[in-house]
Each structure stands twice: as C-alpha cells, then as structure tokens.
C-alpha cells in the first residue's frame, strides 16, 4: 500500500503571501496525484489533479508541480478564505493525513 | 451538473451492517467514470474506502476490503456501500464522489456527506 505523506501539519502564512505545502508517496506515482481543499462542515473541493492541472474554476493563484514521489502545492498569494486543511491523494486511493492552512 | 446525495441510517449498532446509498443526479452513470466511498472520522483525515467502475468493476481499500462491498445500480442511477461489523471506530462522515479515470483518477464531484453514528 501506498503511503503519502504530508508537511508540515500546520502551516501559518500572512495574507499575500506564498504558501508551500508538500506531499510525498512511499513509492512513485507518477501524475496520478491530487490536491484538494477542505473547510469546516464542507466536502472537500478538488484544486489540482494530474499534479499540475487546476480544476475547473481553480483560481490562478493555486499551483501543483511534481512527479515521483514528490508533489508540492503553492498557493502565490495566500487570501484569507484559503485557511482550510488541504490533503493530497494518490491514484484515486490512499489519501495524505492533511495540512492546515492558517492565516497569520 | 452532476450532483451527488448520500442517504442511509444515521445511526447504526455494534455488530451491525452499515448501509449507504449514493443517488446521482445530472449525469448517467451507465455512461462511464468510476464510483468511488470516502469517509472521514470526527475532526480527523479522509480515508478511501472503495471505488466502483459502471461495468461493475470493484477496487477496495486493502485495510476494509474485508468488510466492504460496493454495488452498482445503473437502472436507478445509484451505486451503495455496506460496511459490515461495523464499531466505534466507524463513526464518521461518508462521503461519495465521482472518479475521473481519464485524468488520474481524481475525486471530481462530492456529495455533502452523511454523518454515520456507530452506538447502541
């Protein structure tokens, strides 16, 4: 089983600025990667699939890069309805435990 | 626009099967992609559960694989999850979601998610 693995746990990032968040698999997958953004008592949204492609409605300001077994999402300018958790996924599968974005 | 609605039992015994049913709306699911249950415990991560392709086709989260089934029913435009022996520890928010095979297998379209209690 494939394990992804995420970081930090909490990321705290004043508005404007550019958050970093990372993902790493325990063995490659390729492209077959996803990001998503999740926020209280909400399913969670998909932001990025195909490690670089934004989803339909995606702003620009969300970006994915990587291939592998390691992913990073950065969001260029950190606006303040960002602050949510955000979880990589593999392959339709295992999913990353989740970093939370907080506004400083 | 596809829409997607979780329904079931709120609450469910020790022991007991849990069952769910996801209605799918704005799009047939005789018509492609893949099917997949995501569930996520009371303040913690999402956990993929099992995915269903309409031709019947079945993949399974190798840690539930034992007590999950995942069926498709196309003539009604839904696809349903049960979750047998279920405990505490399967007390979460289920979710179901389309899968997009074409682009890597993302979780493109969600439902709202239905909180599943586990208690006597």
């Known amino acids: 089983e494939i394990v992804m693995t995420q970081s930090p746990a909490t990321l705290s990032v004043s508005p404007g600025e550019r958050a970093t968040l990372s993902c790493r698999a325990s063995e490659s997958v390729s492209s077959n990667l996803a990001w998503y953004q999740q926020k209280p008592g909400q399913p969670p949204r998909l932001l990025i699939y195909g490690a670089s492609t934004r989803a339909t409605g995606i702003p620009a300001r969300f970006s994915g890069s990587g291939s592998g077994t390691e992913f990073t999402l950065t969001i260029s300018s950190l606006q303040s309805e960002d602050s949510a958790v955000y979880y990589c996924?593999?392959?339709?599968?295992?999913f990353g435990q989740g970093t939370k974005v907080e506004i400083k | 626009q596809v829409q997607l609605q979780e329904s079931g039992p709120g609450l469910v015994k020790p022991s007991e099967t849990l069952s769910l049913t996801c209605t799918v709306s704005?799009?047939?699911?005789?018509?492609?992609?893949?099917w997949g249950w995501i569930r996520q415990p009371p303040g913690k991560g999402l956990e993929w559960i099992a995915s269903i392709y309409q031709s019947g086709n079945t993949y399974y989260n190798p840690s539930l694989k034992s007590r999950v089934t995942i069926s498709v029913d196309k003539s009604r435009n839904h696809f349903s999850l049960k979750l047998s022996s279920v405990t505490a520890a399967d007390t979460a928010v289920y979710y179901c979601a389309r899968v997009d095979a074409l682009t890597g297998y993302p979780f493109d379209y969600w439902g709202q998610g239905k909180l599943v209690t586990v208690s006597s």
């Open positions: 704005g799009y047939f699911i005789s018509s492609g992609y893949y």
């Open positions: 996924q593999q392959y339709g599968e295992t």
